[in-house]
């Protein structure tokens, strides 16, 4: 596949753009950005535009340049609506068609990076593996790192779809297994049956924990309820995804402990319209653990959750948009799709403007620190 956009030249020059990346609280007006063969190598800030000679030039007025964006929780083999459980019992090739198609709309979105966390396996294999493997080099497609199969406990989730634990004594052998099977990161369900009930101790997920990190991984934690989400902060987990139920405690916690939260707060303004009871309640309550852990100086990256919930593939603009509703700084809301992603990711220059990284950004309308929306106005992006 090869793009026809001017953007996606060898040696390109974008001239007299604004650009906002998340580390500062206002865009930077005038800047010029020369990318050639996939690298950042010069960004110029000044009213007149440089020449660069032999570069397809792309006049930027009245755009503003972005990072590529960085989806945190994101289930590319599925895809969403209001049945997004029933679709992870779909056959292979309808999740390695849905996945095909959820990546191109990831592209044209501006979406350059993605964490998949979780999907369906057939013939032991994760669905997103096959797909993160047929992306790797593929510039119509992002950049995927992948979990694998979702570990849980028992009766947590519907029976077939995650590596079920039946015995706590179980966990570390199945974490074990996802990485073997090629899972870059290891995704835990530590919301159990009981969702008032941790599903396993702290001692247990501890001990998962170190054997991932002993491999170089990361173990990122889907908990929504109150007692995973202690049970994840206190087990030092890398990334506490959702985190619907966190209080000052559990906020102190994951900041000593250098957990990151996936916020995915669009969710619930999703399920608004399909009826799901307390929908609105949900809404605030995701608010106010958002509004807990910014507050007690937690690292905030952000997931559209598409595919694992109802938003679809192109979507993670809601998501800056829900954070800043909910109180975040847009600054921190821009971070946590961008670099702060990035750096989850642990890809060097991932999601952000910098010279000598990675030339993945877009050409968006409108300023994404005092109006959000500007990121669903994708004029052109590489
Ligand atoms: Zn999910």
Not at 74 to 88: D, F, I, N, Y
Not at 172 to 184: E, F, I, Y
Not at 342 to 366: C, E, T
């Amino acid at each position: 596949m090869t793009s026809s956009s001017r953007l996606t030249a060898d040696r390109v020059l974008v001239t007299s753009a604004a650009l906002a990346d998340g580390t500062a609280d206002a865009f930077t007006p005038d800047v010029s950005l020369l990318a050639e063969g996939g690298v950042i190598t010069r960004i110029w800030t000044g009213e007149d535009p440089p020449s660069v000679e032999g570069a397809t030039v792309v006049d930027g007025s009245g755009a503003t340049l972005v990072p590529g964006l960085v989806d945190s929780h994101a289930h590319v083999s599925l895809p969403g609506g209001a049945r997004w459980v029933e679709h992870g019992f779909d056959p292979l090739g309808e999740l390695l068609a849905v996945g095909e198609e959820n990546g191109e709309m990831m592209v044209r979105a501006g979406i350059r990076w993605a964490r998949d966390v979780g999907s369906p396996r057939r013939d032991r294999r994760a669905a997103a593996l096959t797909l993160r493997d047929r992306w790797r080099g593929n510039p119509e497609r992002p950049y995927l790192r992948a979990a694998g199969t979702w570990i849980s406990r028992r009766g947590a989730m519907p029976p077939g779809l995650t590596v079920e634990i039946e015995h706590a004594a179980d966990l570390v052998a199945a974490v074990r297994g996802q990485l073997d099977d090629g899972a870059d990161l290891v995704k835990l369900y530590l919301d159990g049956p009981d969702a008032d009930a941790a599903p396993f101790s702290v001692a247990e997920v501890a001990a998962a924990v170190d054997v991932v990190h002993a491999r170089g991984a990361k173990v990122a934690a889907h908990a929504t309820a109150q007692a995973g989400t202690r049970l994840a902060a206190a087990a030092g987990v890398d990334s506490l995804e959702h985190g619907n139920e966190i209080d000052g405690d559990t906020a102190a916690l994951m900041a000593s402990k250098g957990v990151t939260l996936v916020s995915t707060l669009a969710v619930a303004e999703s399920w608004l319209t399909f009826g799901r009871d307390g929908a609105a309640e949900m809404r605030e309550t995701m608010r106010a653990s958002v509004r807990a852990a910014d507050a007690a100086g937690v690292t905030i990256a952000a997931g559209s959750d598409a595919g694992g919930g109802s938003l679809r593939a192109n979507q993670l603009a809601w998501e800056v948009q829900s954070l800043i509703e909910a109180g975040v700084s847009p600054r921190t809301a821009l971070a946590a799709v961008t670099w702060r992603g990035g750096d989850l990711l642990g890809i060097p220059g991932a999601g952000r403007l910098a010279v000598g990284g990675p030339a993945h950004f877009s050409l968006v309308h409108g300023d994404p620190l005092t109006d959000p929306a500007a990121l669903w106005r994708v004029w052109l992006t590489r």
